[in-house]
């Protein structure tokens, strides 16, 4: 009975030992540079962005189910996002959506709805797949940090733009294949 006890023992610390090491392999830490832009523009009819570090590779996981981070594309079509939170087992999770805002701003309540995008990261380039929209041009490009409350009379979701993070480029790039 003991050693079976022991037994458990150990296989419980092994598991939160590994478990530990799987979370280490993703962003446990915020990393900025994820979502500092260096350019946007149109990719083979997709909008893309491409940031300092690494698109999609980080979120900041002290705000749990709270909020999230998202790569925001104001196209010829609508603005887009596509979002960046903590999934299960300290994984990044990610989602997309249409904005129904005419423009993003600092505090401001976001209300969205669902779309048939999907992401799509390249080390440092995040892009927005829809083959449902005929995009033409990305005028600008955001990377937000919102933060999730209960929903009131001033905001049906409960969503704020809590942080714009800064944008070191206004200038739209295009690429083709």
Do not use: W
Not at 85 to 113: F, M, Q, R, W
């Amino acid at each position: 009975m003991l050693k079976s006890r022991i037994i458990y023992v150990h296989i419980i610390a092994a598991t939160l030992f590994l478990g530990t090491l799987t979370s280490l392999a993703y962003g446990l830490k915020l990393n900025e540079k994820d979502y500092i832009i260096t350019g946007f523009g149109m990719k083979e009819g997709n909008p893309f962005i491409t940031v300092q570090g690494t698109a999609g590779g980080s979120y900041d996981p002290s705000m749990g189910d709270e909020g999230y981070e998202a790569y925001v594309f104001n196209t010829d079509k609508g603005i887009f996002q596509i979002t960046v939170a903590e999934g299960s087992s300290n994984k990044p999770y990610y989602s997309v959506d249409h904005i129904l805002a005419k423009e993003i701003k600092l505090n401001e309540c976001l209300l969205t709805e669902g779309t048939h995008g999907k992401p799509r990261f390249s080390n440092s380039t995040v892009e927005y797949i829809d083959h449902n929209q005929n995009f033409t041009k990305v005028n600008k490009a955001h990377t937000i940090q919102v933060t999730s409350d209960d929903p009131d009379e001033t905001c049906a979701t409960g969503q704020h733009i809590r942080k714009i993070f800064p944008n070191q480029t206004n200038a739209t790039i295009t690429e083709t294949k």
